[in-house]
C-alpha cells in the first residue's frame, strides 16, 4: 500500500491528478489487464455520480448568481433598444443606479431572478449531462450530440420565458399582445447558435489550440472565450430581428432590414458584453468550481478508505475523476 500511495501528490486537483497511465505503471500486475470503472460496485458508482451531480448544481447556481446582474442590465438594454425607448448607455445606467440604490429589492425582482433561474438551469443541465456521459462511458459523438440537445432544450425553453417576460416589460407598449411564432423562431436559432458555441465548439477549439502548442490549461480558457463571443456576431442580429416582429408586427422587409443595418453594431457589442460574463467568465468559472469539486470527492473517498485502499479501488476513482 505504501509503494501505491507514495508517488501520488498529497491533495489531488485538477492539475495534479496523476492519469490512469501512470497509475497503471505503478501497478505492475495490472499492466496488460487495467481494471475497467465498471470494477466499482454498483453502490458506489451510485454514490460518486450522486456526489459529482451535486458539484454540477453547485457550481451551475453559485457561479450564474455571480454574473445574473450584468446579464439583467445588458438584456434589459437590448429591448428597450429595440423598441426605440432608449439608448444602451442610457438604460444600463438607469439600471445600474436601480441595482445599487436597492440591491436587495433588486435580488428579489422578477427581472433576476428570471435570469439566475435561466442560466443556472442551462448550466446545470450541460454539467450533469456531461457527468451522466462520463458515468456511462458514452462515445465521444453520442455525448456531444446529447450535450447539444439538452442543453439546448433547458435554455431555449426558460431564456424564451424569460425574453417574453422582458419584452413586454421592457418593450414600451402599453398593451400585452401575444408573442408571434416567428418571434420564438428566431429565438429558438439564437439558442441553438448560442449554446453549441458555449459548450459543444469550445472542446474542438481547445484540441485544436492544444494541436498547435498551446498550453492544455490556457487553450480550454480561451476556446471558452473566443467561442462563445464570435458567435454573437450571428446571434446578435437574430435577437435583435426576433423583438422586431414583436414591436413592429406590420412593418415591412426593408424597414427591419433598416434597423439591423442601423443598430447592428450597438447590438452585437451588447451582446459581447453581456455573453463574456454569461459563457465566457461563467463558463471558466463553471469549469473551476466543478473541477475543484471533482478534486474534493477523489479526496474525500481517498482519505475515507485510506487503510484499506484497493489498487484497483484507486485507478478506478481516478478513471472515474476524469
Not at 231 to 236: D, E, K, S
Not at 270 to 277: D, G, L, N, Q
Request: charged share 15%.
Amino acid at each position: 500500500m505504501s509503494k501505491l500511495v507514495a508517488p501520488l501528490p498529497r491533495t489531488i486537483n485538477a492539475k495534479s491528478m496523476p492519469s490512469a497511465q501512470v497509475i497503471q505503471e505503478a501497478l505492475p500486475h495490472h499492466e496488460t489487464n487495467p481494471p475497467s470503472i465498471r470494477s466499482l460496485s454498483e453502490s458506489e458508482r451510485s454514490e460518486l455520480l450522486k456526489l459529482n451531480l451535486a458539484g454540477d448544481f453547485v457550481s451551475a447556481t453559485s457561479v450564474t448568481l455571480g454574473v445574473a446582474p450584468f446579464m439583467t442590465v445588458i438584456d434589459k438594454a437590448i429591448v428597450e433598444v429595440a423598441s426605440g425607448s432608449s439608448t444602451i448607455v442610457n438604460s444600463s445606467v438607469r439600471s445600474i443606479r436601480s441595482i445599487l440604490s436597492s440591491p436587495i429589492s433588486y435580488v428579489k425582482s422578477p427581472m433576476f431572478l428570471a435570469m439566475w433561474a435561466t442560466y443556472a438551469s442551462t448550466y446545470c443541465a450541460a454539467n450533469s449531462i456531461r457527468t451522466i456521459n462520463e458515468h456511462y462511458s458514452t462515445t465521444s459523438n453520442q455525448s456531444a450530440t446529447s450535450l447539444f440537445i439538452g442543453t439546448t432544450a433547458v435554455n431555449s425553453t426558460a431564456t424564451m420565458l424569460k425574453d417574453s417576460m422582458y419584452a413586454r416589460m421592457f418593450g414600451g407598449s402599453s398593451s400585452v399582445r401575444p408573442m408571434p411564432n416567428i418571434t420564438y423562431g428566431l429565438w429558438g436559432l439564437r439558442d441553438c447558435l448560442v449554446i453549441s458555441s458555449s459548450f459543444v465548439m469550445p472542446p474542438i477549439l481547445q484540441k485544436s489550440l492544444v494541436e498547435g502548442g498551446m498550453e492544455e490549461a490556457k487553450a480550454k480558457t480561451a476556446a471558452q472565450i473566443i467561442c462563445p463571443v464570435a458567435t454573437q456576431f450571428l446571434a446578435g442580429p437574430v435577437q435583435l430581428l426576433g423583438l422586431d416582429f414583436y414591436n413592429r408586427p406590420n412593418s415591412n422587409f426593408s424597414a427591419r432590414m433598416s434597423l439591423l443595418v442601423s443598430e447592428f453594431t450597438t447590438i452585437v457589442s451588447a451582446r459581447i458584453a453581456r455573453i463574456a460574463p454569461a459563457y465566457g467568465i461563467g463558463g471558466v468559472g463553471n469549469n473551476y468550481v466543478r473541477d475543484s469539486w471533482r478534486s474534493w470527492v477523489v479526496q474525500r473517498e481517498m482519505d475515507k478508505a485510506a487503510r484499506g485502499l484497493s489498487p484497483d479501488r484507486l485507478v478506478d476513482l481516478v478513471i472515474h475523476k476524469r
